[in-house]
């Protein structure tokens, strides 16, 4: 090789690492600007929170003012409900409890599955049954989402056995 050949080759090699830097940097600064729309709302009180699901739903189920209103004082209910939950887990973990018994987890899942019971009823009965049925494939696909999170977003096939 001749001087010119190895130093375009080495020149090459710069402008390839260079490309490298940038792309690795630029995804990192995305990473860690897309922190999660939850973590934008842990800062919003109860209230805060509830109105902008309320206009969320209100956009995609086209709401009359009446079920806005009543939507809108249950979704403040939970908010409220879920910021002292969190509160307390956040001082229960400050304390150093950091596992819970199969009973803690068993009244905390039976206490959640009666909550999604009783909000289900609550729907059903201010909605009409076109945006019900809107609000249940929005509430599958936000637990759908919610599950893929928890198993670490896996793709393909199960494992076979037989």
């Known amino acids: 090789m001749s001087k010119k050949q190895i130093h375009k080759t080495i ?29 934008d709302m842990k800062d919003l009180t109860p209230e805060q929170m509830a109105t902008l699901q309320t206009k969320k739903m209100t956009l995609a189920l086209d709401l009359n003012e009446s079920q806005q209103s009543k939507i809108k004082s249950i979704l403040t209910a939970d ?10 887990y956040k001082a229960r973990k400050e304390e150093g409890k950091k596992e819970m018994t199969a009973e803690e987890k068993y009244d905390l899942q039976n ?27 929005m509430s599958h696909r936000r637990g759908m989402q919610g599950h893929k999170k928890r198993e670490g977003g896996r793709k393909g096939k199960r494992s076979e056995k037989k």
């Not at 909550?115 to 729907?123: F, S, T």
């Not at 909605?127 to 609000?135: D, G, I, S």
């Open 11 to 39: 020149q090459m090699k710069k402008l390839v690492m260079a490309i490298l830097v940038m792309a690795a940097i630029s995804v990192t600064a995305q990473d860690h600007n897309m922190k999660g729309k939850r973590g």
């Open 111 to 137: 206490e959640r599955l009666d909550h999604q019971i009783a909000r289900k009823k609550e729907m059903k009965s201010i909605l009409t049954p076109e945006q019900f049925e809107k609000y249940e494939k």
């Open 79 to 88: 908010a409220k409900t879920r910021k002292s939950k969190m509160e307390a």
